[in-house]
């Protein structure tokens, strides 16, 4: 069974990078503290207790919402400002992590979270630079990771326009060597 997966343009592709063009988006969002590892435990739980029902729509009662692909981590604007997408970005100890709503809805049509941690918002059409990558995606990879997707950039006269996310796509039951991740950054 297909995951649903953001819709996205590729621009230009160089290998293991992309420039990606993405059409606009619906995220249901959290904010957490700890390390990368502890802020996804605590992030996924909040954000999947939304998305299993922790909800409330317009006629009553709640929905399950179906997943979709990627989780995605950012810096916690509070503590830099940046711009979006899905993946992840660390501030000090504040992460932001966000799910991809299904296409099939609006902010009109999503039900009202019951948390009231969990927050939902639009996100425009967006360019985001990108680097995929395989295996587990700790923080050493992901550094090693994000200063490559950089160096691409900077190689191609491209300035960023948002810190750099981390989008993980499988679970974490997932055989490393099958793992997709990526390294995103707005541009």
């Known amino acids: 069974m297909a995951i649903e997966e953001p819709k996205y343009?590729?621009?230009?592709?160089?290998?293991?990078f992309e420039l990606r063009a993405y059409a606009p988006?619906?995220?249901?969002?959290?904010?957490?503290?700890?390390?990368?590892?502890?802020?996804?435990?605590?992030?996924?739980?909040?954000?999947a207790g939304y998305i299993f029902g922790d909800n409330t729509v317009a006629t009553g009662g709640n929905e399950k919402i179906s997943m979709t692909t990627p989780v995605t981590m950012?810096?916690?604007?509070a503590k830099i400002?940046?711009?979006?997408?899905?993946?992840?970005?660390?501030?000090?100890?504040?992460?932001?992590?966000?799910?991809?709503?299904p296409s099939?809805?609006?902010?009109?049509?999503?039900?009202?979270?019951?948390?009231?941690?969990?927050?939902?918002?639009?996100?425009?059409?967006s360019h985001y630079a990108v680097i995929r990558f395989?295996?587990?995606?700790?923080?050493?990879?992901t550094a090693k990771k994000t200063a490559a997707l950089l160096a691409w950039l900077e190689s191609k006269g491209i300035k960023p326009t948002g810190k750099p996310?981390?989008?993980?796509?499988?679970p974490p039951w997932?055989?490393?060597?099958l793992r997709r991740n990526e390294v995103m950054v707005a541009y």
């Not at 343009?9 to 293991?16: A, F, L, R």
């Not at 988006?25 to 954000?47: M, N, P, Q, Y």
């Not at 950012?74 to 604007?77: L, N, T, V, Y």
């Not at 395989?134 to 990879?141: H, M, P, Q, R």
């Open 104 to 125: 099939e809805y609006t902010l009109a049509t999503l039900p009202k979270p019951n948390n009231p941690a969990v927050t939902l918002r639009e996100i425009p059409t």
């Open 74 to 77: 950012e810096a916690s604007s």
């Open 165 to 170: 996310e981390l989008a993980r796509y499988n």
């Open 9 to 16: 343009d590729v621009i230009e592709q160089s290998g293991d």
């Open 134 to 141: 395989s295996g587990f995606a700790g923080e050493e990879k």
């Open 25 to 47: 988006k619906i995220v249901a969002e959290t904010l957490v503290s700890g390390s990368l590892d502890k802020a996804s435990r605590a992030g996924f739980r909040v954000i």
């Open 174 to 177: 997932t055989l490393p060597f």
């Open 81 to 101: 400002s940046m711009t979006t997408p899905v993946s992840m970005e660390q501030s000090g100890d504040q992460w932001r992590m966000h799910f991809v709503m």
